[in-house]
């Protein structure tokens, strides 16, 4: 029977039930049980539902036949609600304590007026317990606060991921970007390790647009082009007159200008000794002096480094300090060479071409059979060979579509090889140039630091240099950048 049918079935049928089902009516979203006690207007309790009497602890009919005014004297009801509707003479709604069973429950007590206005009865209904109310209440308001957190830091990922310029669809740069997620806003060190041309400092730079740094400044040091006499005054900055030619004014180094950003240094495995040493003492001091200085500079940035070098034997060579490779090595991100992501070739590709056609005024599409080539070129220049390639094509294309019969021969195998290089027409002084440009243009294509080339040809790093100038950027060489 429905709390309608019972009260018309009880009460006299002049009394006016208006006003009480315009209060049990959907609309006031109140959650009734069907606890409910009626009273008469002397406060006199005529009927009590069992389930009030069982969720309140009353045995059945004990409270029937009693005055309400008798059960708030006693305690029985704290405040008692068919008094107070009584005394007040209109609808309350309060927290009424029943005190032998300490419920706090709240409570919505009704006034039941005849044709003219006279009070006749008082129904009242217990709600869900006040206890229950909070509990909805702390849950409701930690959903809320969980729910904005959530919305906000997904906003934020969103924002700072589509400020980047990462593309990938492999499994391995999922797990990688996942990485970089759980890190980017944590002060640990990073390494990132990977082949030359992998991406590496598009990575870094991707960490920063992500961690909460990413308002403050990015600093990027290529460590194997700085020169070996001026590496110290460049990271740390030096004081005026601290030695011959440099400014009267001093200068702020590298690393103190990416204080409150990121400090990103690339190429770390090209730092001699007695710089490591120094950057040591910075990443567990956190503080530098200049060249010349007398005062301690604290510096708040993050560090974040890269190597193609394998550290580990460096460090059993006694080429790179243990100690601050374990120090740098705290997270360590190795990002796979790009012929072991075949999934990422076609979005990088698609990336590039768009990105050229735009800088260059192109309207450029891929031959199916070009693209064929991409995925099957082995790609030992990695991303940074496969950018240049489309940068190249996009260039001299005058064609709308890019097809393999575009491609450079260094790209379709007719290139020269240095055995018939030998065989050629010419003086052995010509003979001896091209093999030796071979050779330097094939060493730096694999090494990609003038560092690197003079380390595996046993030549100068300045030779190296000049070699990789005459024959790779003076023969449109490839640009280099992590």
């Given at each position: 029977?429905s709390q309608e049918t019972y009260l018309s079935h ?143 830091e997904i906003a934020e990922l969103r924002t700072r ?264 027409r010419g003086s052995l002084a010509e003979r001896m ?50």
């Amino acid at each position: 029977m429905s709390q309608e049918t019972y009260l018309s079935h009880l009460l006299d049928e002049d009394i006016n039930l208006k006003g009480l089902f315009e209060i049990l009516s959907p609309e006031n979203n109140l959650v009734l049980a069907d606890d409910m006690m009626l009273s008469d207007s002397k406060g006199t309790i005529l009927r009590v539902s069992e389930t009030y009497e069982h969720n309140f602890g009353f045995a059945h009919g004990s409270i029937v036949g009693k005055s309400a005014f008798d059960l708030e004297a006693d305690g029985t009801f704290q405040p008692c609600i068919t008094a107070e509707v009584i005394r007040q003479r209109k609808k309350v709604v309060t927290t009424q304590t029943i005190n032998h069973t300490h419920k706090n429950v709240m409570t919505v007590g009704i006034p039941l007026c005849d044709g003219s206005g006279e009070l006749k009865y008082v129904v009242c209904f217990n709600t869900v317990s006040l206890e229950q109310i909070n509990t909805i209440q702390r849950n409701y308001q930690h959903l809320q606060d969980s729910l904005q957190q959530y919305s906000q830091e997904i906003a934020e990922l969103r924002t700072r991921a589509t400020s980047t310029s990462l593309v990938f669809k492999s499994n391995s740069m999922q797990r990688l970007w996942t990485l970089m997620q759980n890190t980017a806003n944590t002060k640990a060190n990073i390494l990132i390790t990977g082949e030359t041309g992998v991406g590496k400092s598009a990575i870094a730079k991707a960490i920063h647009k992500m961690s909460n740094r990413a308002d403050g400044p990015f600093i990027e040091v290529n460590c194997a082009v700085l020169h070996e006499n001026l590496i110290e005054s460049e990271l740390f900055g030096y004081e005026k007159g601290a030695f011959t030619g440099a400014s009267s004014t001093g200068k702020i180094g590298k690393i103190e200008l990416a204080n409150h950003g990121t400090l990103f240094l690339d190429e770390i495995g090209e730092l001699p000794l007695h710089i490591q040493s120094k950057l040591l003492q910075l990443i567990q001091e956190k503080t530098i002096e200049r060249l010349s200085g007398n005062r301690r500079i604290s510096l708040d940035f993050r560090l974040i480094v890269a190597t193609n070098r394998n550290l580990e034997e460096e460090v059993q060579r006694g080429l790179f300090r243990s100690d601050l490779f374990y120090r740098l090595n705290v997270i360590r991100i190795h990002i796979p060479p790009l012929r072991s992501r075949k999934e990422d070739i076609f979005p990088l590709a698609h990336q590039f071409l768009a990105r050229f056609s735009r800088e260059y005024g192109k309207n450029l599409t891929f031959s199916p059979r070009f693209l064929a080539f991409l995925e099957q070129y082995d790609w030992p220049g990695n991303v940074r060979q496969l950018e240049n390639l489309i940068e190249r094509l996009v260039i001299t294309v005058q064609d709308p579509i890019i097809d393999t019969t575009a491609l450079p021969v260094e790209y379709t195998g007719d290139a020269v090889p240095p055995a018939e290089l030998l065989a050629q027409r010419g003086s052995l002084a010509e003979r001896m140039d091209a093999y030796e440009g071979e050779i330097i243009r094939d060493t730096y294509r694999r090494c990609g630091t003038t560092v690197a080339v003079a380390r595996e040809l046993g030549i100068s790093q300045a030779t190296a240099a000049r070699k990789v100038a005459k024959y790779v950027s003076g023969k449109g060489g490839e640009r280099r950048s992590s």
